[in-house]
């Protein structure tokens, strides 16, 4: 099967990771169609770049709450003509309802170690209808995952890995993280068409280093969630450092971005920082790149160890300084090296990390510099690479679903189906019975 025969369907567009795919995929000559699913204002297509991309769209609007109102048949017909198919956040679950087995999974996070494991909600005497399909959504989603040819993960820590063990087969391949930025575009025109960048441009110019820590403000609640970004940690760092390097002038800057924002700008004040700390409002990754690039410093997640995610390659893509927390023994067998950082752990790590910059931040900047040819070189070229092989091999042996996916799951699921269908006439019934008995009327 020729490239221009294959049509690849790209399924979900969590951060903005489906529609740079895409776009790599049209790049090396594929046909190839974004459907977005219910996404986030700032993880749609025009949220990455300035430019109009020749790119088809379709908006399919699914989450976990309408997986009742497409059958089987309506799934089918959607992806009628396609061959390949890449899906993120709940596009497993859906496709698996339609029989069709997703040849990509790239998890996003929550789709991952959350969706599959859904509860049905504690209402009595009856869960909502709503609730009822939240949770049949839920029990689509793992076995779709479970039964995904390739899962486009990159190695992170043990807490995470456990779920793609508990949930993925023998038969899943573990692949690369698929390219997650695309980087072809950042130039300094494009960096310069961010709305912010006038503002930060006045901000770096008025500093002697210029820090953005663009995460989540998440850190108040349960310190073993994958959420928790420990941003509470890096401030008193942070205050520690400028109070011992009273001549320096430092600024750093921060989203409005995240559960705990309001709770941040409590200890900012507490902490005596507010002079210091520049807020700026949730904003779209286009703008975003923008403002890194203007940094000298980006700070990432300190609440576990990572080795890739959202915020740690938008600051490697502009090759800036990184500080974050890692863990190497869990990482370096999986990559011919890793990119330079410095690890935090503890606010006294922050303020030593910090100070060693400071001392020579012109070195520190060209050692940065290498972060960005890891990126390319084992992130971005190394998927792109993979992606192609693993579509030339389903383009070379094409499965059966009834031949992957044992019977006992398809019984499994159907009485999942049977049991919620069974609520939603109960549900139907406690309704009309409500509204039948008014003790008010006369």
Same mark, same amino acid.
């Given at each position: 099967?020729?490239?221009?025969?294959?049509?690849?369907?790209?399924?979900?567009?969590?951060?903005?990771?489906?529609?740079?795919?895409?776009?790599?995929?049209?790049?090396?000559?594929?046909?190839?169609?974004?459907?977005?699913?219910?996404?986030?204002?700032?993880?749609?297509?025009?949220?990455?770049?300035?430019?109009?991309?020749?790119?088809?769209?379709?908006?399919?609007?699914?989450?976990?709450?309408?997986?009742?109102?497409?059958?089987?048949?309506?799934?089918?017909?959607?992806?009628?003509?396609?061959?390949?198919?890449?899906?993120?956040?709940?596009?497993?679950?859906?496709?698996?309802?339609?029989?069709?087995?997703?040849?990509?999974?790239?998890?996003?996070?929550?789709?991952?170690?959350?969706?599959?494991?859904?509860?049905?909600?504690?209402?009595?005497?009856?869960?909502?209808?709503?609730?009822?399909?939240?949770?049949?959504?839920?029990?689509?989603?793992?076995?779709?995952?479970?039964?995904?040819?390739?899962?486009?993960?990159?190695?992170?820590?043990?807490? #995470?890995?456990?779920?793609?063990?508990? +949930?993925? &087969? *023998?038969?899943?391949? $573990?692949?690369?993280? !698929?390219?997650?930025? /695309?980087?072809?575009?950042?130039?300094?025109?494009?960096?310069?068409?961010?709305?912010?960048?006038?503002?930060?441009?006045?901000?770096?110019?008025?500093?002697?280093?210029?820090?953005?820590?663009?995460?989540?403000?998440?850190?108040?609640?349960?310190?073993?969630?994958?959420?928790?970004?420990?941003?509470?940690?890096? #401030?008193?760092?942070?205050?520690?450092? +400028?109070? &011992? *390097?009273?001549?320096? $002038?430092?600024?750093? !800057?921060?989203?409005? /971005?995240?559960?705990?924002?309001?709770?941040?700008?409590?200890?900012?004040?507490?902490?005596?920082?507010?002079?210091?700390?520049?807020?700026?409002?949730?904003?779209?990754?286009?703008?975003?790149?923008?403002?890194?690039?203007?940094?000298?410093?980006?700070?990432?997640?300190?609440?576990?160890?990572?080795?890739?995610?959202?915020?740690?390659?938008?600051?490697?893509?502009?090759?800036?300084?990184?500080?974050?927390?890692?863990?190497?023994?869990?990482?370096?067998?999986?990559?011919?090296?890793?990119?330079?950082?410095?690890?935090?752990?503890?606010?006294?790590?922050?303020?030593?990390?910090?100070?060693?910059?400071?001392?020579?931040?012109?070195?520190?900047?060209?050692?940065?510099?290498?972060?960005?040819?890891?990126?390319?070189?084992?992130?971005?070229?190394?998927?792109?690479?993979?992606?192609?092989?693993?579509?030339?091999?389903?383009?070379?042996?094409?499965?059966?679903?009834?031949?992957?996916?044992?019977?006992?799951?398809?019984?499994?699921?159907?009485?999942?189906?049977?049991?919620?269908?069974?609520?939603?006439?109960?549900?139907?019934?406690?309704?009309?019975?409500?509204?039948?008995?008014?003790?008010?009327?006369?």
């Amino acid at each position: 099967m020729k490239k221009d025969e294959i049509k690849i369907a790209c399924i979900g567009n969590m951060n903005n990771n489906m529609f740079t795919v895409v776009r790599y995929l049209k790049d090396e000559g594929y046909c190839v169609t974004l459907f977005l699913l219910d996404e986030y204002g700032h993880f749609l297509p025009e949220a990455d770049t300035f430019d109009k991309v020749d790119v088809e769209v379709k908006n399919l609007g699914w989450n976990k709450f309408t997986f009742h109102q497409e059958s089987k048949e309506s799934i089918k017909k959607k992806f009628e003509g396609y061959n390949f198919f890449i899906g993120t956040d709940w596009a497993p679950a859906y496709l698996f309802k339609a029989g069709i087995l997703l040849d990509i999974f790239c998890p996003a996070g929550s789709d991952l170690f959350e969706y599959p494991f859904c509860k049905l909600e504690k209402i009595r005497p009856l869960p909502t209808i709503a609730g009822i399909e939240g949770w049949r959504c839920s029990k689509y989603q793992y076995y779709g995952i479970r039964y995904t040819r390739y899962i486009s993960m990159e190695p992170t820590n043990a807490e #995470l890995e456990r779920y793609v063990k508990e +949930i993925c &087969s *023998v038969n899943s391949k $573990r692949i690369p993280a !698929l390219p997650f930025l /695309y980087i072809k575009q950042y130039n300094e025109n494009y960096f310069q068409k961010s709305e912010f960048y006038e503002r930060v441009k006045k901000i770096r110019n008025e500093s002697d280093i210029l820090i953005v820590q663009h995460c989540r403000q998440e850190w108040k609640g349960d310190k073993e969630s994958f959420h928790y970004k420990a941003n509470q940690i890096f #401030l008193k760092g942070f205050r520690d450092f +400028i109070s &011992s *390097v009273p001549k320096v $002038r430092v600024n750093l !800057l921060l989203l409005e /971005y995240g559960t705990d924002v309001n709770a941040s700008k409590e200890l900012i004040l507490e902490l005596g920082l507010q002079d210091r700390v520049h807020w700026l409002p949730t904003t779209l990754r286009k703008n975003l790149i923008g403002v890194i690039d203007l940094c000298d410093i980006g700070v990432g997640e300190l609440g576990k160890s990572w080795v890739v995610y959202g915020s740690v390659l938008e600051i490697l893509s502009v090759g800036k300084i990184f500080i974050g927390r890692r863990n190497d023994k869990e990482y370096s067998e999986n990559y011919s090296y890793l990119y330079p950082m410095f690890n935090a752990v503890s606010a006294e790590d922050v303020t030593k990390s910090l100070i060693e910059i400071s001392l020579d931040l012109n070195k520190q900047k060209l050692i940065a510099l290498t972060g960005k040819k890891w990126l390319e070189e084992e992130i971005i070229n190394k998927s792109i690479k993979t992606l192609n092989g693993c579509i030339e091999n389903k383009a070379m042996s094409e499965s059966n679903y009834s031949k992957v996916v044992p019977f006992k799951v398809e019984l499994t699921l159907f009485t999942y189906t049977l049991c919620s269908y069974f609520i939603i006439i109960l549900n139907y019934f406690k309704i009309k019975l409500t509204r039948s008995y008014n003790p008010h009327a006369v």
